[in-house]
């Protein structure tokens, strides 16, 4: 199946640099701003894929030097609106992503948003293109807009979930609800379609993380697709490291 491509032990870890598109460089430091700085952390063997945009792939993923499987984010937007009702739209084509030498692709839904059709159906075009080419294809499932009272619900959650897997997902990347209980109904909902939970902001202290990490599996999630809490780490290595430990065991 493709998607033991970016599965170890049935368990896998994503590390996620697309921030200096969606916030802008205000999530990196002197060390983080590099993205070769980035792809050696994700080629240190503890992550099972990497993902950025096109261009940070096209000038910093080496193919030659790494191993580490390459996710192109399809579509983004910047932090400067501020709607109400967002939407991401396509920047970058599958045949593009290939060329690039990519495993997979991803793309976010902001479900819930009134715009949520016009993402839907443009998810269903690059996943029948992606498949088609034997790519794997990852859903952001974000629940966002004036019609979701809270990104964290787990009904609102498992809703999301539910469509990844609806639309033909074969992963997809979630918020966390906070506790294992409730997430466990998410991650059902979202059926065969695996459940890789989004880091978020750094926690105060790596034992959280840690806690985190073991909580989603037991869950019944397949690992996390993380960034800042590994790149803005004093010692990402170290962090990237333990994870992989809980994880892969
Ligand atoms: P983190 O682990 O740093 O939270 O990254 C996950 C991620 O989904 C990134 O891929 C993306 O840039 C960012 O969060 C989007 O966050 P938001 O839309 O909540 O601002």
Redesign the pocket.
Known sequence: MEINKILKNNHGMLL????G???GPT?FDERSVDPAWIMDIADSGFFTGV?CQKGIAEKYYNRDKYSVPLIV?LN?KT?FHKDEEPVSLQNCTVEEAVALGATGV?Y?IYVGSEHEQTMIAEFAKIEKEAHQKGLIVIG?M?P?GSHVAS?TDRDTLAYAARLGLELGADAI?I?YTGDAESFSWVVKSAGETKVFV?????TETAAELYQTASDILRAGAVG?????????AEKPMEVAKKLGEILYG
């Open positions: 996620a640099y697309d921030h598109f969606e916030h999530d993902v984010k983004g932090a991803g976010t952001w974000y966002r990104d990347k918020k989004v880091g978020g902001q750094k996390l697709a993380i960034g800042r809490n590994v790149w803005q």
